[in-house]
């Protein structure tokens, strides 16, 4: 389990980084292929492979030889570590979706902050709904109390 979280983070991390630069742009991130950001060629699935097919292409994308963003890699390989880390902390749990998700968010917010010193409003209002929804699972806290929480 703790391999398959692992590569389960990798699939998301490179989910991620679509969403770090369609959602800015206000593209989205469920239609549409992915494309070069040099030559806007659209991009095959072996060139969609995380950190692999960084890795194989050297950086480099396989049809106009532009350079790859470091970025790309960088997001998979870190939501693959904290999705394997927080396997290994909780245990194959409900909480485990809970934390998954947050940090899958937290990464998401982080690097857009990074790339454009912005932080969109409606993640941080997905983050709050997010947080506010678990914290009413825990009986021992009034509604005042999960509010705070999720704060």
Not at 48 to 64: A, H, I, K, M, T
Not at 134 to 149: H, I, K, N, T, Y
Request: with cysteine; glycine share 8%; aromatic share 14%.
């Amino acid at each position: 389990m703790a391999f398959l979280s692992l590569i389960l983070g990798l699939i998301i991390g490179s989910f991620l980084n679509v969403c770090i630069y369609r959602l800015p742009r206000r593209e989205s991130v469920v239609f549409g292929k992915s494309r070069c950001p040099h030559c806007h060629h659209a991009l095959g699935a072996a060139d969609l492979v995380p950190v692999v097919s960084y890795l194989w292409l050297r950086g480099r994308c396989r049809y106009c030889g532009g350079p790859i963003s470091g970025q790309y890699p960088t997001v998979e390989l870190v939501t693959g570590v904290v999705f394997l880390v927080t396997y290994l902390v909780t245990g194959w749990d409900l909480l485990l979706l809970k934390y998954w998700f947050l940090f899958a968010l937290l990464i998401l917010i982080a690097f857009i902050d990074i790339n454009l010193l912005l932080i969109p409003n409606p993640l941080v209002a997905l983050m709050l709904v997010w947080c506010l929804f678990w914290q009413l699972f825990r009986p021992e806290l009034s509604w005042g109390q999960s509010l705070v929480g999720s704060l």
